[in-house]
């Protein structure tokens, strides 16, 4: 047992506040809804003083704007990429690919690169959104040296739109502690969480690995939206709510202090947690679940477009893609970074699950990010 | 004539500031919501009262709004009353700055790391960590409509302090003194006198703090655990994720609506009250 009835102690405390500093407690609730990382930029913006203007033989201006996910990046490689070409990155966090949608579609974001998961980049592109890449501004991105698997999500009709960042899945991190065990399948996950786990359970406040899990418990597709199928998820997670601990996709601090126990969790969080506390495991559900891929990829109207470039070839460059491997835990696609990664983490079971553990998950569809009774279905369960 | 111009002249920087932050945002709202949503999110020209029609389906979150806006403000009146009672009337003038200023020091932080530190006060190693000491086992506060409360509450007491504050501090104390004269005791002078005369500041507090929290999701979706949906959760949901900005559009527009309704019934009462003051005869 854990002793998790002391007062937070002041490094926890001092930890807190530093994923606050991040950007990573504040995800998908609260940056992007307060307007706190815009306000962020626009503060960098407003100070160029505060930001390294060096004359440069190739000069790409002095800063790029990057709109990505919380804890995917090592914090040294930006400041790495400064020095070598004078661009500052300024970093937005956002919580969801709706979220990022939104702000892209509303004009005027600002960012010069993003990061789309597979089953967006299509309607990005229906939108024309999105910049058609010239890979020869990128030539660390080599396609030979990257599975196909996570890899072919970025190129529509031909046209490559996104090149592979990272790659992962959306399981189930649990504490062993509490749990007596390892929880591997959704069916366990949401009648545990009705019973002995009451309270202690949280789900996604994410319409896609929520309603898609609950469906994958059903036995149906994760993409499902069929009315009945829908019926029958929207019947469980109604169900389940009064025992959830939070509907929300910050779940490391409740994870890390014991309150919660059990949560949907992404790859890299569940590795984050899992190096600091041994017993928080982290399983894919053996009935199915999500599999993706992510990429960067350039909005349309990009205002530092020569930036956005150097910052993807350099990030794809394969050291620096292994330093942010290690930092971030998730896995690459990218072979000639796995050939840097040191053996113990390629044979991680969390990073790189065995073949037969991957094989029932699902990619998402793009269908399930427009899909609007998908969308209702997730106001009716929170406001239920 | 001089004077009309230089009237005109100062008043043009406010009127431009309410045409183009006010006016002309809500005239974008208006128009939208009578749009529809397009095909891949965001928002399609269209004239139908659709969005108007699909309101019920935040009934909800308006049930939720229209429930902790009233409870809250009621909760931060009777906290805050007699807090503002103590700083304006007992305690002593040496001490009453630095205590005005201990209440409004909090206020220069962000709300939203004031919330933070709630969830460690109501998580599981913070309160309930002490109540199990003294035998209350498994008390679960963060996550709850109750913690919701508590954010509320502390979030937004300095609004309502202060103008009681101000209210009590104008106070002729003469009133009190010659009601003591005459032999009223103190409990009937505070209901007859402080309380009548104090009004005017409770009132402008209510409806500052009853204001904001119509429109509040900051705290709901902190200390709430995304459990506790209000109008404002809504909001961003709809614009942020379903990006369905019609339909958002319309609820934002019931939301303006039902806030009208709510504060025209509110002046009604205030104006009533302001009535039978006079009728009392102390004005």
């Known amino acids: 047992m854990k002793n998790d009835n002391t007062p937070i102690s002041r490094k926890a405390f001092m930890e807190e506040l530093r994923r606050y500093q991040k950007g990573s407690v504040t995800r998908r609730h609260f940056l992007g809804v307060t307007g706190l990382g815009t306000a962020a930029a626009v503060m960098g913006g407003a100070m160029p003083g505060l930001l390294p203007s060096r004359a440069r033989a190739q000069d790409i201006g002095d800063r790029v704007v990057l709109a990505t996910w919380p804890n995917y990046h090592d914090a040294a490689n930006f400041d790495a990429f400064t020095d070598e070409t004078g661009a500052y990155t300024q970093v937005n966090v956002f919580g969801s690919n709706e979220e990022m949608l939104a702000k892209i579609q509303a004009g005027g974001s600002g960012w010069d690169v993003f990061v789309p998961t597979n089953y967006a980049i299509p309607t990005y592109v229906e939108a024309d959104l999105i910049e058609p890449l010239d890979l020869s501004k990128i030539p660390n991105f080599d396609p030979a040296s990257f599975d196909p698997r996570f890899a072919d999500a970025g190129t529509i009709d031909g046209v490559v739109y996104g090149v592979p960042k990272n790659w992962g899945t959306t399981g189930i991190a649990f504490n062993s502690d509490k749990t007596g065990g390892v929880v591997d399948s959704w069916k366990a996950f949401f009648d545990g969480a009705r019973d002995a786990w009451d309270g202690r359970v949280m789900v996604h406040d994410y319409q896609l690995t929520t309603i898609g899990n609950a469906l994958v418990y059903h036995g149906f597709s994760f993409n499902s939206v069929d009315p009945e199928e829908l019926a029958q998820a929207e019947k469980l997670l109604i169900d389940v709510k009064p025992h959830l601990y939070a509907i929300s996709s910050d779940y490391q601090p409740a994870m890390r202090n014991g309150d919660a126990w059990l949560t949907m969790c992404w790859t890299g969080d569940g590795k984050q947690m899992n ?110 | 004539m001089t004077q009309s111009r230089a009237r005109a002249l100062l008043l043009t920087p406010a009127g431009l500031w309410y045409a183009a932050m006010l006016l002309l945002p809500l005239a974008v709202v208006l128009i939208f919501s009578f749009g529809e949503r397009s095909a891949i999110g965001g928002y399609a020209p269209g004239f139908t009262f659709e969005q108007y029609a699909n309101l019920p389906a935040r009934f909800a979150a308006f049930r939720n709004t229209l429930t902790l806006a009233p409870v809250g403000t009621l909760a931060a009146l009777l906290i805050a009353y007699p807090l503002a009672y103590f700083l304006a009337v007992k305690v002593s003038p040496k001490w009453k700055t630095m205590l005005l200023v201990l209440v409004i020091v909090p206020f220069w932080t962000s709300i939203l790391i004031r919330s933070y530190a709630w969830i460690f006060l109501l998580g599981g190693k913070g309160i309930p960590a002490l109540l199990e000491v003294i035998g209350l086992d498994d008390v679960r506060l963060l996550n709850t409509p109750f913690a ?60 500052l703090v009853f204001i904001l929290l119509m429109g509040e999701f900051l705290i709901p979706a902190i200390l709430g655990g995304g459990k506790v949906f209000f109008v404002g959760n809504a909001l961003v949901d709809l614009f942020l994720q379903s990006r369905n900005w019609a339909f958002g559009s319309a609820v934002a527009v019931a939301l303006v609506v039902v806030m009208l309704i709510t504060v025209g019934i509110y002046t009604r009462l205030v104006k009533r009250f302001g009535a039978s003051r006079d009728d009392v005869g102390l004005m």
């Open chain 1, 275 to 384: 190096t600091d506390m041994p017993e928080i495991g982290f399983a894919l559900g053996k009935e199915g679940g999500e599999i993706w891929s992510d990429y960067y990829a350039i909005p349309k109207d990009a205002p530092h477009k020569e930036a956005a470039y150097a910052l993807i070839n350099y990030l794809l460059s394969p050291e620096v893609n292994a330093k942010e491997a290690l930092a971030h835990g998730y896995p690459v696609a990218d072979s000639r970074t796995n050939a840097l990664l040191p053996e113990e983490l390629l044979n991680d079971p969390i990073i790189y699950p065995a073949a037969e553990a991957l094989s029932p998950l699902e990619f998402g569809a793009a269908v399930t990010l427009t899909d609007p009774n998908r969308a209702e279905l997730m106001a009716r369960f929170k406001s239920a």
């Open chain 2, 148 to 207: 919701v409360l508590v954010g509320i509450v502390y979030g937004y007491l300095p609004l309502m302090v202060f103008p009681i504050y101000v209210a009590l501090e104008k106070l002729d104390k003469r009133l009190l003194e010659a009601a003591a004269d005459l032999g009223t005791p103190p409990w009937r002078a505070f209901l007859q006198i402080t309380l009548p005369l104090s009004m005017p500041g409770v009132l402008t507090g209510s409806m």
